[in-house]
């Protein structure tokens, strides 16, 4: 499963759902939803998520987990994210939990442990 987290801003004000948060599209003066979306290798989009809007990236991801178990009956998932959603913490206390394997990026201070 492909795993990727984006927001946008609104410019209303009734969506329960929308908090101020960081926005990548530097408009912090209005209130966002952040969307999380799950996609097969082949790259269709199988779930949605929206989340609200003052949700970190990372903390998404057990949302996601439990929402595959639930509704799909897959017997091997490997999850694929950048390093800024699957996080040491999130392979820790979410992905190693759930016997998930997963594909992610190193920081660069990894990246030089693990070249010395």
């Known amino acids: 499963m492909l795993y990727d987290v984006t927001s946008t801003y609104l410019e209303g004000h009734r969506c329960p759902l929308a908090h101020h948060g960081y926005n990548g599209d530097g408009r912090s003066d209005r209130p966002q939803l952040v969307i999380g979306l799950l996609c097969a290798s082949d790259g269709c989009p199988v779930p949605v998520e ?21 509704r799909y009956r897959l017997r091997h998932v490997v999850m694929v994210g950048d390093r800024g959603i699957l996080t040491a913490v999130r392979i820790e206390q979410a992905l190693r939990l759930a016997e998930l394997d997963w594909i992610t990026a190193l920081r660069a201070t990894a990246i030089k442990q693990l070249a010395a």
């Not at 989340?51 to 998404?60: H, I, K, L, M, V």
């Open 50 to 70: 929206v989340f609200e809007g003052n949700t970190a990236d990372p903390t998404t991801v057990a949302a996601q987990i439990t929402r595959l178990k639930q």
